[in-house]
Nanobody, 122 residues
C-alpha cells in the first residue's frame, strides 16, 4: 500500500520557523492541509510533480514555501513568520493523478498521512 508520512512538526514562537517533510513516492500532486481545533480542514499548499507549479492559501502566501526533492522522494513545507493562528495539525496528502490548480480540496486526494502538530505560541 502506497503511503505518505509527515515529520517535522513542533513548537515555535511567533515569528519563528519550522520545516515539515512529507515522504511521498510516485505521486503527481502532493499537498498540505491543516486543521485547527474546532475548525474545518483547509488546504494550505500543493505542488505538482510534472511542472513544479504550486498553490498557496492566501493567508500563507509569502510566509510558507513548498518544494520537492525528487531524489529523496520528499516534499517540504517551510513555515516562516509563524503566527499563533497557524497552530494546527498539518496533514500531507497525495494523489497520483491530480493536478493542483488554484484551489485544493481534500476529497481530491486519495492518500493521507497521520498528521503532525504545529504549535505557535509565546
Amino acid at each position: 500500500q502506497v503511503q505518505v508520512m509527515e515529520s517535522g512538526g513542533g513548537f515555535a514562537q511567533p515569528g519563528g520557523s519550522l520545516r515539515l517533510s512529507c515522504a511521498a513516492s510516485g505521486f503527481h500532486a502532493v499537498g498540505w492541509f491543516r486543521q485547527a481545533p474546532g475548525k474545518e480542514r483547509e488546504g494550505v499548499s500543493c505542488i505538482n510533480n510534472s511542472d513544479g507549479s504550486t498553490y498557496y492559501l492566501d493567508s500563507v502566501k509569502g510566509r510558507f514555501t513548498i518544494s520537492r526533492d525528487n531524489a529523496k522522494n520528499t516534499v517540504y513545507l517551510q513555515l516562516n513568520s509563524l503566527k499563533p493562528e497557524d497552530t494546527a495539525v498539518y496533514y500531507c496528502a497525495a494523489d497520483m493523478e491530480l493536478y493542483c490548480g488554484n484551489r485544493i480540496f481534500e476529497e481530491d486526494f486519495r492518500t493521507w498521512g497521520q498528521g503532525t502538530q504545529v504549535t505557535v505560541s509565546s
